[in-house]
């Protein structure tokens, strides 16, 4: 199977920067999220986090994801591994996200409301 080399060394290396900062931003909003108690996954919400990171982004995990695999699709030097962060973007955003939000807005109500009116869904 052809690999479609597209980024040569040492230029993939940028990748790593990449992965790091998606590292970072995964591993900071959780950790945001357990100092403020609140659930991770399908639980009821207990309040709305507008802290650190999240003062920047409403889906600062997600947003992790997307920027450590665009960090490992350049890293790995490969075009067809371009797609795995764009097919994860769209499920994320189309998916996932409205069903949060609509969960976050049945749950805290005016706060949520607010701070979706803030704060931007990706950066």
Not at 15 to 23: N, Q
Not at 36 to 57: A, D, L, M, W
Request: a positive charge; hydrophobic letters at 45%; charged letters at 15%.
């Amino acid at each position: 199977m052809p690999t479609f080399n597209i980024i040569s060394e040492p230029y993939n290396y940028i990748g790593v920067v990449f992965i790091i900062i998606g590292l970072y931003l995964i591993s900071s909003s959780h950790f945001i999220f357990k100092k403020h108690g609140t659930p991770e996954k399908f639980q009821p919400s207990t309040c709305v986090v507008n802290s650190g990171i999240y003062r920047i982004s409403r889906n600062p995990m997600y947003l992790g994801g997307v920027v450590f695999l665009i960090g490992l699709a350049v890293f790995l030097t490969n075009v067809i591994s371009m797609i795995i962060p764009v097919m994860f973007f769209l499920i994320i955003d189309k998916m996932f996200i409205p069903f949060e939000e609509e969960k976050m807005g049945k749950e805290c109500g005016k706060d949520y409301s607010i701070y979706k009116k803030n704060v931007r869904r990706w950066i």
